[in-house]
Every structure is written in structure tokens, then in C-alpha cells.
Nanobody, 115 residues
Framework: DVKLVESGGGSVQAGGSLRLACVGT????????MSWYRQAPGKEREFVSK???????LNVESVKGRFIVSQEKFKNTVYLQMNNLKPEDTATYFC?????????WGQGTQVTVST
């Protein structure tokens, strides 16, 4: 069974940086294309960033120029380097992987940015 585990969350002051990691384990019939989502208290979960198979990245407008997504060569680990963090980045960050009709989510890692 596919399992995703995130790590690297924490509390930082505005302007600081954090690096999140997500490791996928188990057997997926699909390429390990993984995305990052986040959910702030009282808000819906939103897409943040992904690294496409062709090497290009897709980011939500609010994180462009600040967040960088990357993946290890074995492609079962994806990172999210978050720079110049803002209080509005405070959320639980989730890793997501889709394979056919199956959606897999990690348990999430909390990121808190204070002023």
C-alpha cells in the first residue's frame, strides 16, 4: 500500500525558511509525481506546488518566487523549500500522490509563521 510521510514543519518568524520533505513508500503503479497542498484553519485545502514529469514546476501565485519544489533522483521523495515565509503561509502542509483512481495523502506537517 502507498504511504506518504511528511516532515520538516515547525515554527519560524516571518522571513524565515523551512524545508519540508515527503517520502513515498509502498508500490505505486504510477510515476512518483507528488504535489504539495496546504490547509489553514477554517479554510479549504489548496494546491501549493508540484514538479511535473517534464521537470517544470507549477506553483500557486502566492508562493511564486519563494517556494521551490524538488525531487530526488529515485523520485519517491519530494521537497518543498520555503523561503521568505509569511504569516499567511501558516497551515498544515500535505503531500499528495494520485495513481489512476486512487488518491493518497500524507498525515500533514504543521508550519507556523509568526510576525
Amino acid at each position: 500500500d502507498v504511504k506518504l510521510v511528511e516532515s520538516g514543519g515547525g515554527s519560524v518568524q516571518a522571513g524565515g525558511s523551512l524545508r519540508l520533505a515527503c517520502v513515498g513508500t509502498g508500490h505505486s503503479y504510477c510515476e512518483w509525481e507528488m504535489s504539495w497542498y496546504r490547509q489553514a484553519p477554517g479554510k479549504e485545502r489548496e494546491f501549493v506546488s508540484k514538479l511535473r514529469d517534464d521537470g517544470t514546476t507549477l506553483n500557486v501565485e502566492s508562493v511564486k518566487g519563494r517556494f521551490i519544489v524538488s525531487q530526488e533522483k529515485f523520485k519517491n521523495t519530494v521537497y518543498l523549500q520555503m523561503n521568505n515565509l509569511k504569516p499567511e503561509d501558516t497551515a498544515t502542509y500535505f503531500c499528495f500522490h494520485r495513481c489512476g483512481p486512487y488518491n493518497y495523502w500524507g498525515q500533514g506537517t504543521q508550519v507556523t509563521v509568526s510576525t
